[in-house]
């Protein structure tokens, strides 16, 4: 097991930096020097030339990627373009916000596709309505139903803030409050996949012979749903939470816009914008190792609920 | 017996009015006198980038620089320039000396004074060539700085530059403490210090911006206000639900389409500013197809711009000639301008020579609104028999496409500036720094450098209006309208007042029921 994890934290590297050359050499490209940017649209071209020199842009894409690699290397993903601070400034207080959310879209997705459809009674009172809510789920974009929600449930009903971000330490209820329908947003997407991963995994278990066995041994049917078809038919789930972690990221990206919430997706966006390259190339970087090191956690998880499958 | 009832009731029926038309009054007076207090709420639809004023190029983050700083002189509802942190000002030595009388008593947020080694400090700090300031352009003019005495500096210029003290309303005039830039450079940006109405608080990114009121403000009674907070809102949808929502008081940057769901709120007031940005087509004035002539004007007359302004900004803009929006003291004559004319345009597209199907390539920015006005330019210019394609191209690097001249023939915009050479230069001169079309017409840089020399502004007028002909004829831009454009607010919010550059000020307003 310990082999098998150096092994894959040891592939990442390779990984990472041909991810990250891609990601550098495409910002490089499409997106063209800052400098016109960062001088704004009354610039002189002497003067984005000379701020271009400056700062190196004029130079080969290789050179300036490895320059950029050194310097991340040791820890300094240099400053910021766009405000010229530093980028860890930048990026960091952006992490947690944008962990929290993903944390609990994903938990709320599991729990409940899980919950809802095992309990006998809800599957057969409102299955039909989960199935609907499934496929809204994966088909109806992100900001469709963030907007929606906005409109409905602060707008309409007033229950809850439009948007905005309130930290912990103000407050458990707003910081709560602030985070319902951004929530509910990101993971309406996983509900929907994993209700439809996870059904069929449970349908194909239920006919295996071991339910036959339990439930003539006469447990009652949520016993047997629970303590016998739940953790068998889990696993796939967690595979495709493994699987679906770059998904995440974008839908991260979309939600945070939305819903202004200061997360990393959204830092990512604007420092499109500004084509603020320190800034996207670290939070590219933090993305790519986050999704190598989720997957890798997701594999671990799975063996470690079922032992059957043996890492290699 | 109903006479003798209406008679005993009419004295009644007219109490009951005067009292209620004096309560209406009553209310009315109130929201006229300041109230003090409160903390306004305001919609920010743009990720400010640095508190640095020296590196704002964001048009949003001068909503909130106005606030932390001052800036030397300011422009007034009328575009006229009064003074600010200068008090008075002289020209001297036929105008290459401008001597500025400064406030006194002005002090930064952290204690230090405002004086004239800060202004000289300023002034150098946009002017050196290692900050890389955008403003550094508008200076260059300046050669030397002398500080008089404590409270009065003399600007030493290359030759007469009356735009000069507009630029000075802006960006390129905001004051910021030398002291406390110098204690953290690297981090100015995030800490800005100021002489403004407003303290910086706190700053989370991509979430809110927070001021504090200035308790030692140097402009009698002012701010009203105890806290201003600027929160961001990813786009106008949102801004406008959370207006409804009552989060926030005041959105501004709203378009006609924008505000219909607000428009019958009585809990929200629209404030409508009929001349906004000046929307264009441009292309390279200097290169084919576009150098010929009669292939402009066939395109010109081929857009029917009343239909565009239906469309885009539901009839409220203002259909455009010319650069300049009629009311201000340089707008130029009326004139009928390129009106719509298919037949004509067919004529002039036939006499340039142009085969009919020529493929122009329109550049379709990722903005809704340029976007629209580029599928409205295309079906209008196919119906003279020209081909349009339009090429997508992503909003943050439209610009730098233009400037880089990767991008042809492109919609456009420009917000008006406080003197006329603020844009005209830029755009027009052949050695303007944004003059991105190429345009070059002696005769108008002759006309252009001759009137940024004069005070005199009936001269400059002159000169201003035969720009403006040669710019009808030579077409180096298509004008198309000026857009209407709104700010919407909570209805006890007062004291908002349209300045020309479109950038809300709030450090006069307050809220009161």
């Given at each position: 097991m310990i082999t098998h994890i150096a092994r894959r934290l040891l592939l990442m590297v390779p990984n990472v930096v041909l991810l990250t050359f891609i990601l550098f050499a495409a910002v490089t490209n499409f997106l063209g020097s800052p400098a016109a940017i960062m001088l704004g649209?009354?610039?002189s071209p002497e003067a984005i030339a000379a701020l271009n020199a400056q700062y190196g842009f004029d130079r080969p894409v290789l050179v300036q990627y490895l320059d950029w690699m050194g310097n991340a290397l040791q820890g300094d993903f240099g400053?910021?373009?766009?405000?010229?601070?530093?980028v860890a400034d930048a990026v960091l207080p952006a992490i947690p916000v944008t962990l929290e959310l993903a944390f609990w879209a994903i938990a709320l997705a599991v729990v409940a596709a899980a919950l809802i459809n095992s309990i006998p009674v809800l599957r057969k009172t409102i299955g039909t309505l989960v199935s609907g809510l499934s496929i809204v789920g994966i088909t109806v974009p992100n900001f469709m139903i963030g907007i929606s929600l906005i409109y409905l449930l602060?707008?309409?009903?007033?229950?809850?803030?439009t948007t905005g971000w309130v930290p912990w330490s103000q407050g458990v209820v707003p910081h709560l409050t602030h985070l319902i329908m951004p929530v509910l947003t990101l993971s309406a997407f996983y509900f929907g996949s994993f209700t439809l991963v996870y059904r069929a995994e449970y349908r194909a278990v239920y006919r295996q012979l071991f339910i036959k066995v339990a439930r003539a041994k006469g447990l009652s049917e949520t016993r047997v749903s629970f303590a016998h078809a739940l953790p068998n038919s889990i696993l796939p789930v967690i595979t495709y939470v493994g699987l679906s972690l770059g998904q995440l990221v974008g839908g991260a990206v979309v939600t945070e816009t939305v819903f202004s919430m200061p997360g990393v997706g959204r830092l990512f966006v604007n420092s499109i914008g500004t084509h603020d390259f320190p800034v996207m190339l670290a939070i590219g970087m933090l993305i790519i190792v986050g999704v190598m090191l989720m997957n890798l956690i997701a594999d671990i998880v799975y063996t470690m609920v079922n032992p059957q499958i043996r890492l290699g | 017996m109903l006479k003798a009832f209406g008679a005993r009731i009419a004295p009644l029926l007219t109490l009951l009015l005067a009292l209620a038309w004096a309560g209406t009054s009553a209310v009315a007076q109130n929201a006229e006198t300041p109230v003090r207090g409160g903390t306004l709420n305001v919609g920010f639809n743009d990720d400010a980038k640095?508190?640095?004023?020296?590196y704002s190029v964001q048009w949003s983050e001068r909503q909130i620089l106005f606030l932390i700083y001052n800036t030397l002189f300011r422009i007034a509802p009328d575009f006229s320039l009064e003074p600010e942190l200068v008090k008075s000002w002289e020209m001297e030595n036929d105008g290459k000396r401008v001597v500025l009388h400064l406030q006194e008593g002005v002090k930064f947020h952290d204690g230090t004074d405002f004086d004239a080694e800060a202004v000289k400090w300023n002034l150098e700090r946009r002017k050196d060539?290692?900050?890389?300031?955008?403003?550094r352009n508008q200076l260059t003019v300046i050669q030397t700085i002398d500080?008089?005495?404590?409270?009065t500096v003399a600007l030493n210029l290359e030759k007469p530059f009356p735009p000069l003290l507009s630029a000075l309303a802006d960006r390129a005039g905001f004051m910021v403490s030398p002291t406390a830039y110098e204690k953290n450079p690297e981090e100015f940006g995030n800490n800005p210090v100021g002489t403004g109405a407003f303290i910086f608080k706190e700053w989370v990114r991509g979430s809110h911006v927070k001021l504090d009121r200035n308790?030692?403000?140097?402009?009698?009674?002012?701010?009203?206000?105890?806290h201003v907070v600027f929160n961001d809102i990813s786009n106008a949808v949102i801004g406008i639900q959370r207006l409804m929502t009552g989060e926030i008081d005041f959105v501004a940057q709203l378009s006609p389409q924008d505000v219909r769901l607000i428009?019958?709120?009585?809990?929200i007031k629209l404030d409508p500013i009929k001349v906004g940005q000046w929307y264009s087509l441009q292309w390279h004035?200097?290169?084919?197809?576009?150098?010929?002539p009669k292939l402009r004007k066939a395109i010109a007359h081929a857009l029917d711009r009343n239909k565009i302004n239906e469309i885009l900004w539901a009839g409220t803009g203002t259909v455009s000639n010319g650069p300049t929006p009629p009311g201000l003291w340089w707008s130029p004559p009326a004139t009928d301008g390129y009106v719509y004319d298919v037949e004509k345009a067919k004529a002039l597209l036939a006499e340039s020579g142009v085969p009919a199907g020529t493929e122009l390539v329109l550049s379709a920015p990722t903005d809704n609104l340029l976007r629209q006005l580029d599928q409205l330019v295309k079906e209008q210019v196919e119906a003279i028999g020209l081909k349009v394609t339009l090429d997508p191209v992503a909003q943050s690097e439209w610009y730098a496409r233009v400037v880089d001249k990767k991008i042809n023939f492109t919609p456009m915009r420009w917000t008006q500036r406080?003197?006329?050479?603020?844009?005209l230069y830029i755009l027009?001169?052949?050695?303007?720094?944004?003059?991105?079309?190429g345009y070059s017409n002696p005769e108008v840089d002759r006309l252009l450098d001759e009137a940024r020399a004069i005070d005199d502004t009936a001269k400059r007028k002159a000169l201003y209006d035969q720009v403006h002909q040669h710019l009808l004829e030579d077409l180096p831009y298509v004008p198309v309208a000026f857009a209407a454009e709104f700010v919407a607010m909570n209805k006890?919010?007062?004291?908002f007042q349209w300045i020309p550059d479109l950038i809300p000020r709030f450090r006069a307003m307050w809220k009161a029921e």
């Open positions: 649209q009354e610039a400053r910021s373009y766009a405000n010229r601070t530093s602060s707008v309409q009903m007033r229950w809850l803030p | 640095t508190m640095d004023p020296i060539e290692k900050a890389n300031s955008p403003q500080v008089v005495d404590k409270n308790e030692n403000y140097w402009e009698e009674g002012l701010p009203y206000l105890d428009q019958n709120n009585p809990d004035w200097n290169e084919p197809p576009f150098d010929n406080a003197d006329p050479d603020g844009l027009f001169h052949s050695k303007g720094y944004a003059n991105t079309t006890d919010v007062h004291g």
